[in-house]
């Protein structure tokens, strides 16, 4: 392991691989720090320049976007009060608070060195649980893979959204998408209504790029008001000069504290799709029930700074672990990846490691380098970033737009899959309107294929049904979806129950 780590890192120092890194980290904490520009969004907007690289170079430009995005929304998030990514809300409750004081250099560095200790011990997690887990998953049969894929969709319908019912719908979309076209045992064609382009199923790649980027940004331009006047409270004469040495004792001098949320951003990232911002609330919401001085907390502490950026970044290595060992996708970006694999030919899952295993270990090796990468962007350019905070989104959006439709078309080179991502994109905003959650309609389309061949797989194997209940992990695995949906249908009625009396109470007061 420790020689093909060393060969993974000593080839990705040279240029045509360092180059892409770098510049994808660079790409990823500008695009992280700017409100609105999400890190799915820019990590959709490389793929397409990552096409004519060869697989490791493109999966290092995109693994460093995702580690400098993780980190860039940290940026705005302390110095403005705006947080630059749904993962950097939590960052804001004390980075923001202490910038106020007169400490901004202090704020931002407590979370970008945050970010950079949780990224290497969530980096620590993915080397050494991503074999071990292929090596068990590699024990799955038809039976175990068709089960843990209804896990994974039971659990985002639950865990996302106001909505159960709301969350398995949308789960339930991305399955009917999977439907069109032909059979993926058979071959026979279905629902194509005699549609030759709908023969060889819907693409992937213009679903997701429409329903998140499309979608996003049309939710953006309608708060396009807001958005541009708390750009315009940029303060130019910020001093972000601080000991380096000082923060980073006054995090190390915080061990518990450090380890704790770290490994609750790796679990969260485990979890398919529920994504960075739930584990930054998470580790902050632990960091202030296990804090002696709870009081403090929303006035600038540095506690709330390291807790909700360490979790922030050790997600990242848990979402890359969950798609490397089983194939799954832990977040939208970690789809992307997988769509860019797929590009490339290679099959994602157990058999990953063995079969690819300088792809592998170059991903780890990435994922290593592109933490101080980041650290050198931000301290070179976060002054260059908050500039960038008052570029007028009605000229960023527009620019945004045509690179995710020139990469919708560089998929095939047919104007048919921008018209997929087009109708996918305002059927996207329509549930985004609708309040229905966009996480369980993109796992289903994921997963909707390898669900339906697994099934068939296993009933041709055996047709005996029971064999999805009595086969140990099989069973246990269902069980498990049961008790996710159960959980999230007795946390649903709990908050409903508790609404009324909550309201109650603010009357009387």
């Keep these: 392991m420790f020689e093909l780590l060393w060969q993974g890192l000593v080839g990705l120092m040279a240029l045509k691989y360092l180059a892409p890194l770098a510049l994808g980290t660079l790409i990823g904490v500008v695009g992280g720090a700017l409100p609105g520009v999400t890190i799915t969004m820019t990590i959709i907007i490389v793929l397409p320049?990552?096409?004519?690289?060869?697989?490791?170079?493109?999966?290092?430009?995109?693994?460093?976007?995702?580690?400098?995005?993780?980190?860039?929304?940290?940026?705005?998030?302390?110095?403005?009060?705006?947080?630059?990514?749904?993962?950097?809300?939590?960052?804001?409750?004390?980075?923001?608070?202490?910038?106020?004081?007169?400490?901004?250099?202090?704020?931002?560095?407590?979370?970008?060195?945050a970010s950079f200790c949780g990224g290497m011990l969530g980096g620590l997690f993915l080397i050494f649980a991503t074999g071990p887990l292929a090596t068990f998953a590699l024990e799955f049969g038809p039976w175990e893979f068709f089960s843990l894929f209804i896990l994974a969709l039971s659990m985002v319908a639950?865990?996302?959204?106001?909505?159960?019912?709301?969350?398995?719908?949308?789960?339930?979309?991305?399955?009917?998408?999977?439907?069109?076209?032909?059979?993926?045992?058979?071959?026979a064609p279905r629902l194509t209504l005699g549609i030759e382009f709908l023969e060889g199923g819907i693409p992937f790649l213009p679903v997701l790029i429409g329903v998140f980027a499309f979608a996003q940004i049309m939710g953006d331009v309608e708060r396009m008001g807001r958005a541009r006047r708390a750009a315009q409270a940029v303060d130019r004469t910020l001093s972000l000069a601080v000991s380096h040495a000082k923060v980073l004792m006054e995090i190390l001098r915080r061990p518990f504290l450090l380890l704790w949320t770290s490994f609750i951003g790796v679990v969260i990232g485990v979890l398919p799709a529920i994504g960075g911002s739930a584990a930054n609330m998470m580790a902050y919401d632990q960091a202030k029930k296990l804090s002696r001085h709870?009081?403090?907390?929303?006035?600038?502490?540095?506690?709330?700074?390291?807790?909700?950026?360490?979790?922030?970044?050790?997600?990242?290595?848990?979402?890359?672990?969950?798609?490397?060992?089983?194939?799954?996708?832990?977040?939208?970006?970690?789809?992307?990846?997988?769509?860019?694999?797929?590009?490339?030919?290679?099959?994602?899952?157990?058999?990953?490691?063995?079969?690819?295993?300088?792809?592998?270990?170059?991903?780890?090796?990435?994922?290593?380098?592109?933490?101080?990468?980041?650290?050198?962007?931000?301290?070179l350019g976060a002054r260059w970033m908050l500039r960038i905070v008052t570029v007028p989104k009605a000229a960023l959006f527009p620019v945004v737009l045509v690179l995710c439709t020139v990469g919708a078309y560089a998929l095939g080179n047919a104007m048919s899959t921008v018209y997929v991502l087009l109708i996918f994109g305002l059927g996207g905003y329509g549930m985004v309107k609708a309040g229905i959650p966009l996480a369980p309609f993109i796992l289903g389309v994921i997963l909707g294929d390898q669900i339906e061949t697994n099934l068939v797989r296993a009933v041709m194997t055996d047709a005996d049904p029971w064999l999805f209940v009595t086969r140990p992990i099989s069973g246990m695995l269902l069980a498990?979806?049961?008790?996710?949906?159960?959980?999230?249908?007795?946390?649903?009625?709990?908050?409903?129950?508790?609404?009324?009396?909550?309201?109650?109470?603010?009357?009387?007061?």
């Design 49 to 113: 320049f990552t096409f004519g690289l060869d697989p490791l170079q493109g999966l290092a430009a995109m693994t460093g976007v995702y580690v400098g995005g993780s980190a860039g929304g940290l940026v705005t998030a302390t110095l403005l009060g705006i947080p630059g990514t749904p993962s950097s809300v939590a960052t804001t409750f004390d980075g923001f608070p202490m910038a106020r004081k007169g400490e901004p250099g202090r704020a931002m560095w407590l979370g970008v060195w």
């Design 158 to 187: 639950g865990l996302v959204g106001d909505s159960l019912l709301k969350g398995l719908l949308s789960g339930a979309l991305g399955l009917v998408v999977t439907v069109l076209g032909n059979d993926p045992i058979l071959g």
């Design 294 to 379: 709870p009081e403090r907390f929303g006035t600038g502490t540095p506690e709330g700074i390291v807790a909700s950026e360490s979790a922030n970044n050790a997600n990242v290595g848990g979402s890359l672990v969950t798609i490397m060992a089983f194939g799954i996708p832990g977040d939208a970006v970690t789809a992307v990846m997988l769509g860019a694999l797929t590009i490339h030919g290679i099959q994602s899952g157990p058999l990953f490691i063995s079969q690819h295993p300088k792809i592998a270990y170059g991903i780890f090796a990435a994922y290593l380098l592109a933490h101080p990468i980041m650290v050198l962007v931000i301290a």
């Design 480 to 509: 498990a979806s049961v008790a996710s949906v159960a959980l999230a249908l007795w946390q649903h009625r709990r908050v409903r129950r508790r609404a009324p009396a909550d309201a109650g109470e603010g009357a009387d007061f």
